[in-house]
């Protein structure tokens, strides 16, 4: 067998590797690589990059299904018919008496308030399970961490429909529902982010890290215009319950076969790619870890990233929350069409986002920004592009498609929040990032529990008057949060990432000794 280092140097002999104690040294013989698992074509880091990203799109569509569905669910609300400057009028649309789709026996007379709480009760689950969920992965690895949570949620979501006719529409047999969605879709982004961090290099952060995250968007195009259309088509609010459960049953199905918590346990891994991640991710410890909580409570670019968490969450939900409600009771969309057009916006995000994290890397790679200025030039476009644009909309008054246009100008602009803050848990501690994701995530979350029921409790009369009240509060909250962040963030790896000195450098003496070296010389 012969062997090179990476500098092209031949090495025959033990001697001549202990020589070479800071090479890599690789196989260049067919031979090294004849055991090797070849069941995928491409690499395993990949394959997990895809479910990730399909988990993410499950768990979206799981979430914002309701968005859409609660137009049809509930009664009919008798609007004034006194047009004033701040009502849009029906006549303005030819097909605005379009008949509901829904039959009035499933329909039931839940207040905007109501609506509110059973619209924001999925994260008073949601931010419960966040720490628990991140402190689990990073202990037993997140393959089932993020795996159940998101069978529980395709379980709850299945069911919905049942609970609700169960119990002759009674809201708060929904709101528990919800909250029980909430509690297994809370590991989500905490599994995934250790996920990341034990398969995921540093030069292919942004665009894997975007991939997955930038689920989000997909999810919650193919929630709101799959949920119109099946409502649309069907005459029933309650197929579109059933048929994202079914879809979350089938993902879990195949996570469990393909995706592993690390390069080391997984089986179908080639050997080529176990030693390149066991080089490119080098700051991992495989130790059991004890979480440095003071640090990391303590720590400035935590909580700079914790408030920009909330900033993106504020708007963000608004408007996967309660676009739905906008498009129908503002601008009168009927359902397929608010399906169509609430999805607008996300697809246009999405666009941007994949773009935006191959343009972050190639930055950061070519030296043109560093890591830190990068997280932040893209967090504050996410910031004040959406601020800006969706504001702008409340004030084209009934003018449906511009409306819909600033929208999605404003979502676009958003797409750049995953290359820029979303990632930045992984910059500021591989080690720790999961409990990190949770904490940011999980306060970020508590957003979700107070902006649909703020919606709902300013926006009564569904006017365009109230509407730009939500609005201006975004726009505020975005302007703030951005500022802190771009003031205290950070994208470098923290000293607290390696709790013990002396665990990293016993983690060196073992990489540079003799034989250990001739262990990751072999193939």
């Given at each position: 067998m012969v062997c090179y280092?990476?500098?092209?140097?031949?090495?025959?002999a033990e001697k001549d590797i202990s020589e070479s104690s800071r090479l890599l040294a690789?196989?260049?013989?067919?031979?090294?690589?004849?055991?090797?698992?070849?069941?995928?074509?491409?690499?395993?880091?990949?394959?997990?990059?895809?479910?990730?990203?399909?988990?993410?799109?499950?768990?979206?569509?799981?979430?914002?299904?309701?968005?859409?569905?609660?137009?049809?669910?509930?009664?009919?609300?008798?609007?004034?018919?006194?047009?004033?400057?701040?009502?849009?009028p029906y006549e303005f649309q030819g097909n605005s008496t379009t008949p509901r789709t829904s039959s009035s026996a499933n329909l039931y007379p839940w207040t905007s308030k109501q609506q509110g709480l059973i619209l924001s009760s999925f994260y008073w689950g949601y931010v419960i399970t966040h720490i628990p969920g991140g402190m689990i992965a990073e202990r037993f690895g997140g393959?089932?961490?993020?795996?159940?949570?998101?069978?529980?949620?395709?379980?709850?979501?299945?069911?919905?429909?049942?609970?609700?006719?169960?119990?002759?529409?009674?809201?708060?047999?929904?709101?528990?529902?919800?909250?029980?969605?909430?509690?297994?879709e809370g590991t989500t982004f905490p599994a995934l982010t250790t996920l990341l961090a034990n398969w995921v290099p540093l030069k292919e952060r942004s665009k894997i890290g975007t991939l997955v995250y930038a689920g989000s968007q997909i999810g919650t195009v193919v929630g709101n215009s799959v949920s119109g259309a099946l409502i649309s088509a069907t005459n029933d609010w309650a197929i579109a319950f059933y048929f994202f459960g079914a879809v979350g049953i089938v993902w879990f199905i195949f996570w469990i076969i393909l995706c592993y918590p690390n390069p080391k346990s997984h089986p179908f891994i080639s050997d080529k790619e176990k030693?390149?991640?066991?080089?490119?991710?080098?700051?991992?410890?495989?130790?059991?870890?004890?979480?440095?909580?003071?640090?990391?409570?303590?720590?400035?670019?935590?909580?700079?990233?914790?408030?920009?968490?909330?900033?993106?969450?504020?708007?963000?939900?608004?408007?996967?929350?309660?676009?739905?409600?906008?498009?129908?009771?503002?601008?009168?969309f009927n359902v397929k069409e608010n399906g169509i057009w609430s999805s607008v916006p996300y697809i246009f995000m999405w666009i941007?986002?994949?773009?935006?994290?191959?343009?972050c890397d190639w930055l950061i790679h070519k030296g043109y920004m560093k890591i830190s200025r990068a997280r932040k030039f893209f967090t504050t476009l996410a910031s004040m592009g959406p601020a800006a644009f969706i504001l702008i909309a409340s004030y084209v008054g009934c003018n449906r498609m511009l409306a819909v246009g600033m929208f999605t100008i404003g979502m676009g602009f958003m797409g750049t929040f995953y290359c820029g803050m979303k990632v930045n848990a992984l910059d500021l501690s591989p080690n720790y990032a999961g409990t990190i994701m949770a904490i940011v995530n999980g306060i970020g979350g508590l957003t979700g529990i107070?902006?649909?029921?703020?919606?709902?409790?300013?926006?009564?009369?569904?006017?365009?008057?109230?509407?730009?009240?939500?609005?201006?509060?975004?726009?505020?909250?975005?302007?703030?949060?951005?500022?802190?962040?771009?003031?205290?963030?950070?994208?470098?790896?923290?000293?607290?990432?390696?709790?013990?000195?002396?665990?990293?450098?016993?983690?060196?003496?073992?990489?540079?000794?003799?034989?250990?070296?001739?262990?990751?010389?072999?193939?």
């Open positions: 280092s990476e500098q092209g140097k031949k090495i025959t690789i196989c260049l013989d067919p031979e090294c690589h004849k055991n090797t698992t070849t069941v995928f074509l491409i690499p395993q880091r990949y394959i997990l990059g895809i479910m990730g990203f399909l988990a993410v799109v499950n768990a979206y569509t799981m979430r914002v299904v309701l968005s859409v569905a609660i137009t049809e669910m509930v009664q009919s609300i008798n609007h004034n018919q006194t047009i004033d400057s701040t009502t849009c393959k089932y961490a993020l795996g159940l949570g998101m069978l529980c949620t395709a379980i709850f979501t299945f069911i919905t429909p049942f609970v609700v006719y169960a119990t002759n529409g009674s809201w708060v047999s929904l709101v528990v529902v919800r909250i029980l969605e909430g509690l297994g030693a390149y991640l066991g080089e490119q991710i080098s700051n991992i410890s495989s130790r059991d870890k004890v979480i440095p909580w003071k640090s990391i409570l303590t720590s400035p670019p935590i909580w700079a990233l914790v408030v920009a968490q909330i900033g993106h969450d504020w708007g963000f939900f608004t408007m996967v929350t309660d676009l739905p409600k906008y498009m129908k009771d503002v601008l009168h941007v986002s994949m773009s935006s994290g191959w343009i107070i902006v649909p029921y703020l919606v709902g409790a300013l926006t009564e009369n569904h006017t365009l008057a109230e509407w730009r009240i939500v609005f201006w509060i975004a726009f505020g909250v975005f302007l703030v949060t951005n500022l802190i962040f771009v003031v205290f963030g950070s994208g470098k790896v923290q000293p607290w990432n390696a709790a013990e000195e002396k665990e990293k450098s016993a983690e060196a003496g073992y990489v540079n000794s003799p034989d250990n070296l001739t262990l990751k010389s072999k193939c």
